[in-house]
């Protein structure tokens, strides 16, 4: 097995353990540093292979259903698994585990974590890769403990040589703040339109179908960013935690999977999931329901199409990022199925 420590005058940083094709990172403590006592009773949070210990994943789902019980995060990660983009290989967790308890198991639980998964994102017309942070949760009865500023600093330092700009969205802008996170204002856009209705040509894709999923990879991988202000490229696990449980509508005509609700008149497009541009009308082409309102989750510049930027917090997560983010300032939004 292949060692590299990485530290140097610090007195505490990463370890890397290379195996024959994972490399595995843990914090360590140099054996002459002051804090060693006291960072050996707070218990440092280890970055964790779900590879090595496969039990991981039911007792980190364990946490994450405790902390956060009406998304059902353990059932739609189930989903990626079938669909062969397992949230596992996408994610790097960064955990604390229980400690001093007299339990009949041998196996303690996680009682917090912090995760980075890797986003390719473009941004004003360049690719960047961003990290994204994500499933950040502490266990009711381990909180104000400093556990979760203990995984969120080593995840930080874990970013830190990887990534330019991080990235998450949550609902509590303040526990982000310190960590030196702000929060980017994001835009709905809105554009008024008169379709009638013509022929349907959308169907929902059946994932339980193989010939489906393999349409489904197709698109994935060889999509190009539903922006050029911000969209994300190729990218699995976060789109499929975040849309594979809702409709996914296919057009043979146009060769794209869009992702979109309609109430009444009203349509909402979330994502265009196609190898080339297509415009408002394109797909507006496609629906036999009329529409007299669209409102778009994504900046339009691709779409052929002029419309209304309105202030928008999506699903009540304000947009954070940490770092340059080029489309600071422009009228975006982060799509709805790169969010974590």
């Known amino acids: 097995m292949f060692v590299k420590t990485l530290l140097s005058g610090d007195r505490y940083g990463w370890k890397a353990s290379r195996g024959d094709r994972h490399t595995i990172y843990s914090w360590v403590v140099k054996s002459n540093s002051t804090d060693s006592a006291r960072i050996k009773k707070r218990g440092i949070p280890m970055q964790q292979s779900f590879v090595e ?3 991981l994943s039911d007792r980190l789902f364990d946490l994450l259903e405790t902390v956060f019980p009406e998304i059902g995060l353990r059932q739609l990660a189930n989903i990626g698994r079938k669909l062969g983009a397992p949230w596992e290989s996408a994610s790097v967790p960064f955990m604390k585990f229980e400690e001093g308890r007299a339990l009949a198991q041998s196996i303690p ?3 917090a974590h912090v995760g980075v998964v890797e986003l390719p994102l473009c941004v004003m017309g360049q690719p960047l890769k961003v990290g994204g942070i994500h499933a950040v949760a502490t266990h009711p009865e381990f909180r104000r403990r400093g556990h979760y500023r203990d995984c969120m600093e080593a995840a ?3 970013c830190k040589t990887r990534y330019e700009t991080l990235v998450l969205t949550t609902s509590q802008p303040e526990l982000y703040q310190p960590f030196g996170f702000r ?3 994001e835009f709905a856009f809105m554009v008024p339109c008169d379709h009638s209705g013509q022929k349907d040509s959308f169907r929902v894709l059946n994932l339980q179908d193989v010939n489906d999923c393999t349409l489904l990879h ?3 991988d060889t999509r190009i960013p539903v922006s050029d202000v911000v969209g994300v490229y190729s990218e699995k696990a976060v789109f499929l935690v975040n849309e594979a449980s809702r409709p996914l509508y296919y ?3 146009l060769d794209a999977l869009v992702v979109i609700e309609q ?3 009203r349509l909402q497009l979330f994502d265009v999931i196609a190898n080339h541009s297509l415009s408002l009308a394109d797909i507006l082409k496609c629906i036999s329901h009329p529409v007299n309102e669209v409102i778009l989750y994504f900046s339009p510049d691709r779409l052929n199409v002029q419309a209304k930027a309105i202030p928008y917090v ?7 990022i940490r770092g340059s983010f080029a489309a600071e300032g422009q009228p975006f939004m982060l799509p709805r199925s790169a969010r974590c």
Do not use: G, H, K
């Open 218 to 220: 197709r698109l994935l």
């Open 53 to 55: 210990d496969p039990s």
């Open 251 to 253: 057009a043979e005509d």
């Open 156 to 158: 930080l330092e874990y």
């Open 314 to 320: 999506l699903d009540d997560a304000y947009l954070m």
């Open 109 to 111: 639980r996680i009682i």
């Open 183 to 185: 929060v980017v204002p």
């Open 263 to 265: 109430e009444d008149d």
